[in-house]
């Protein structure tokens, strides 16, 4: 910053982890801190394979700035467009102007993949078997794209909710996602355990960037003493937070 100007502005970008093929994406820049309010932003793309620089004129919104407690102005440039096969993997270059500042101050957002439209998983089947004094529970999960699938085991016992994690105690192999013909993925997750108290049940909470909220299945209570328990499982739609009996 200049020294007659010491408020220049601070440059952020919003979270924007993929672009969504023929569906209009936003991309944004948070421009904060700064006094006084001229300010002038461009937005430009960057090719991945000439790396030349394209100035963007269409689809920017730039709202009037606003006036925050400590008397400086922050704002939110927004970028929005529609992306085709040929966008995959660009960077977008906000590029911010300020009376404060010597040289433009920059913000890259990407390389962004290009994926297809979300696809919902679902929670085909679940089983629940016993072999040696050992539980071993699996949900098949499939349909699901792109793959960033979270997997989240959750034991209920007495009433109480426990989030279960790899040890001594419990074993979680890591999840493979398999890519079927139409492009979806599958995968099954799996716990293993040995069992103290009887009754206890299982969660497999499923979370998804296609989906809302997660979606779970349940086991139902497992008595130790059966060969293969009675799961009576059903999937079920939950809060982030919150959990469904």
Avoid at 67 to 85: E, G, K, V, W
Wanted: aromatic letters at 10%; glycine letters at 4%.
């Amino acid at each position: 910053c200049f020294t007659d100007f010491p408020w220049c502005p601070q440059v952020e970008a919003l979270d924007t982890p993929y672009l969504i093929l023929n569906t209009e994406c936003k991309i944004q820049c948070r421009i904060s801190g700064y006094f006084p309010k001229d300010l002038t932003v461009n937005w430009f793309k960057e090719e991945e394979q000439t790396r030349q620089l394209v100035p963007v004129t269409n689809g920017i919104k730039i709202p009037q700035p606003q006036r925050q407690p400590d008397n400086t102005y922050s704002c939110i440039s927004s970028l929005y467009f529609t992306p085709t096969q040929m966008d995959h993997r660009l960077v977008f270059i906000c590029k911010v102007r300020h009376p404060s500042l010597k040289e433009p101050k920059e913000e890259r957002i990407g390389p962004l993949p290009i994926v297809e439209l979300l696809r919902r998983p679902n929670i085909d089947s679940s089983e629940t078997s016993m072999l040696n004094g050992k539980y071993k529970i699996e949900c098949r999960i499939s349909g699901y794209y792109p793959k960033g699938l979270t997997v989240t085991w959750i034991k209920k016992s007495k009433g109480k909710y426990e989030y279960v994690t790899k040890d001594n105690k419990y074993n979680i192999p890591d999840i493979v996602h398999k890519r079927q013909s139409d492009n979806t993925f599958s995968c099954t997750a799996s716990l293993s355990y040995k069992p103290k108290i009887e009754g206890s049940e299982f969660i497999c909470r499923v979370e998804h960037p296609s989906l809302d909220q997660p979606i779970e299945k349940h086991t139902g209570p497992l008595q130790q003493q059966q060969q293969q328990p009675d799961t009576n499982l059903q999937e079920r739609k939950t809060g982030r937070y919150g959990y469904s009996n």
